[in-house]
């Protein structure tokens, strides 16, 4: 069971990108949905989540007031909208769905039962 991630790429300093999450197996209204990042020679870490109950988002201290996680049921989909993006965001991000997760560990990727296979975001000059 796979998702999709996709949406990465390369920008400047400042530009946006939008992630989307996608799966055509199963329904991802019940599952949070968490965006983790791995830069080289670095842990993955917990970007930022969308919980399966309440819609509740959490994020990391450092994306905070940058990063929009949402999704759309209609289109079984899940976005990281990244604007005023910095060169240390750069890195390969993934998507993990964690079924009716409720946010409580948002950031540990233990907690999630599927992944996307990874969106290279780089940013530079």
């Known amino acids: 069971v796979q998702l999709q991630a996709s949406g990465g790429g390369l920008v400047h300093p400042g530009g946006s990108l939008r992630l989307s999450c996608t799966t055509s197996?199963?329904?991802?209204?019940?599952?949070?949905i968490g965006w983790f990042r791995q830069a080289p020679g670095k842990e993955r870490e917990g970007v930022s989540s969308?919980?399966?109950?309440?819609?509740?988002?959490y994020y990391h201290d450092s994306v905070k007031g940058r990063f929009t996680v949402s999704r759309d049921n209609a289109k079984n989909t899940a976005y990281l909208q990244m604007d005023s993006l910095k060169p240390e965001d750069t890195a390969v991000y993934f998507c993990?769905?964690?079924?009716w997760g409720d946010g409580s560990k948002w950031d540990r990727a233990e907690e999630y039962d599927y992944w996307g296979q990874g969106t290279q975001v780089t940013v530079r000059a």
């Open positions: 969308i919980d399966a109950i309440n819609g509740r988002t």
């Open positions: 197996q199963y329904t991802l209204e019940y599952y949070a």
């Open positions: 993990g769905a964690d079924l």
